[in-house]
């Protein structure tokens, strides 16, 4: 997996995380297997990230030039590590976290502020909106939990984003961006429907607006086989390493079809839910054993992130549905 | 095996181009290629549609290349194979109703 892309072993954990976070809020009487399994998940990342430095789950590039802003700190692990300590805390209160994750925050949440606009680095000069969004889903449950307040910040960049990070043609956010918000690629299938979903916490009509027009631009239904494009038609991208291979002539995209299951999941598109199941069961690979399933054409991230998309739900109610406890 | 044995083998296996045995034939091949290469495990190298490499060792041209193959026998026995037994019943029927004897 690391041979492939160090980032997948990172992230891998994360959707493990989130998606057992889920099923503990499910399943109350599993509870305690599920937190076991997640505290270990969170001890063992944040030891690996401790030990071996950021650029252990990032990579190779990372290290090409010196991030703009010093000491060096990833939004990409700080957002996803606070995301999965808050998911935690929200099944169940851990002391140990809460200081944890009130120091993730607080970091994130100072870059932000120092910098121009509310954006920072995953790799040197180099943004990304998914790592974004899941730290903008960490902070916001941070304040469910903590009763603390960043709406402000969080209006702040939901402001500018829709003001300077937006592709003109399609309507939809863009993956990546420089520091100073300068856009570095266009909209990307692989990216989009997480960060829809991740929305939903921020702004439920702009994530709802989101997914349709990702709906419509990137899903696709053929005889019954769903699938998603990792570029619109309007934009020219190559085909890299959060897209995978992509098939010609239909575009289909192996990782924006994974990711299409959880915004198809969060926003109930059933239609579409089920033609993408029936191209994952017809051209996956599935392989069960031993009462387990994965699929043979993905991968360890890509197993998680379908885990979460067929149990997400319970988290993002909790803390929609209550105000800050 | 004897020589006996091998001339009946030969005869059983022989078919008409285009015949309905030749279809059957032809499924018959295709459907052992197949479980050989679930046997031998090669279902494990369609990774490479997630840009994965099923183990370091086996290298990313290794993984492709019989990510590839498998492929290519898995969508023969789920596409062609279903054809060709189809078309080997319907041509046994319309054989057998076009060469029965006229009253």
């Known amino acids: 997996m690391r041979a492939s892309n160090a980032e997948w072993d990172f992230m891998g954990r994360s959707f493990l995380v989130w998606s ?35 650029y252990f ?5 990372a290290k090409a030039r010196p991030y703009e802003v010093q000491p060096a700190r990833s939004l990409f692990l700080d957002g996803e590590i606070a995301l999965m300590l808050a998911a935690r805390r929200v099944v169940e209160e851990k002391p140990e976290y809460k200081a944890a994750m009130t120091e993730r925050i607080k970091g994130i949440v100072d870059r932000m502020e120092n910098n121009p606009v509310p954006f920072a680095e ?23 939990l903590d009763r603390t307040d960043h709406s402000a910040l969080l209006q702040s960049w939901l402001a500018l984003a829709k003001r300077k990070l937006v592709h003109r043609e399609t309507g939809l956010l ?31 009509d702009f994530a709802r607006d989101q997914y349709q027009r990702a709906r419509k631009e990137l899903g696709r239904t053929l005889l019954g086989f769903g699938y998603a494009r990792e570029w619109p038609t309007s934009w020219k991208g190559p085909m890299d390493i959060d897209s995978g291979p992509i098939v010609p002539v239909l575009q289909i995209s192996a990782g924006s079809s994974g990711m299409a299951f959880i ?19 017809f051209a996956a690979f599935p392989a069960r054993k031993n009462g387990g399933l994965r699929y043979c054409a993905g991968n360890q991230v890509g197993d998680a992130a379908l885990l979460y998309a067929a149990v997400q739900g319970p988290l993002w109610e909790n803390v929609k549905s209550r105000p800050n406890r | 095996m004897n020589a ?4 009946r083998w030969a005869r059983l296996w022989h078919a008409e181009f285009c015949s309905p045995k030749d279809f059957l034939r032809r499924a018959a ?28 060792a086996a290298g990313w041209k290794l993984t492709v290349f019989l990510g590839l193959l498998y492929l290519l026998l898995y969508f023969t026995i789920m ?21 029965r004897p006229k009253c």
């Open chain 1, 20 to 54: 057992l976070a889920n099923l503990g809020l499910r399943e109350p009487a599993a509870k305690q297997t599920y937190l076991a399994v997640i505290d270990q998940i969170i001890d063992e990342t944040a030891r690996l990230e401790h030990e071996r430095g950021l």
């Open chain 1, 122 to 144: 995953s790799y040197p000069n180099e943004c990304w909106m998914f790592d974004h969004v899941n730290a903008l889903a960490a902070i916001k449950i941070a304040d469910f």
């Open chain 1, 57 to 61: 789950f990032l990579m190779p590039y």
């Open chain 1, 174 to 204: 863009i993956s990546s961006f420089t520091l100073k918000g300068e856009p570095l690629d266009g909209p990307e299938g692989s990216t989009i429907w997480m960060v829809a979903h991740g929305l939903q916490l921020i702004d439920e």
């Open chain 2, 29 to 56: 091949m295709i459907g052992v290629a197949f479980l050989v290469a679930q046997i031998a495990g090669l279902r494990e190298y369609t990774s490479f549609l997630s840009g994965t490499v099923v183990w370091a």
């Open chain 2, 4 to 7: 006996n044995y091998r001339q």
């Open chain 2, 79 to 99: 596409l062609l194979v279903p054809i060709l037994i189809i078309a080997a019943v319907v041509q046994h029927l319309l054989l057998r109703f076009f060469s």
């Open chain 1, 263 to 281: 915004g198809a999941s969060a926003f109930h598109d059933d239609d579409f839910l089920s033609s993408l199941a029936a191209t994952l069961d």
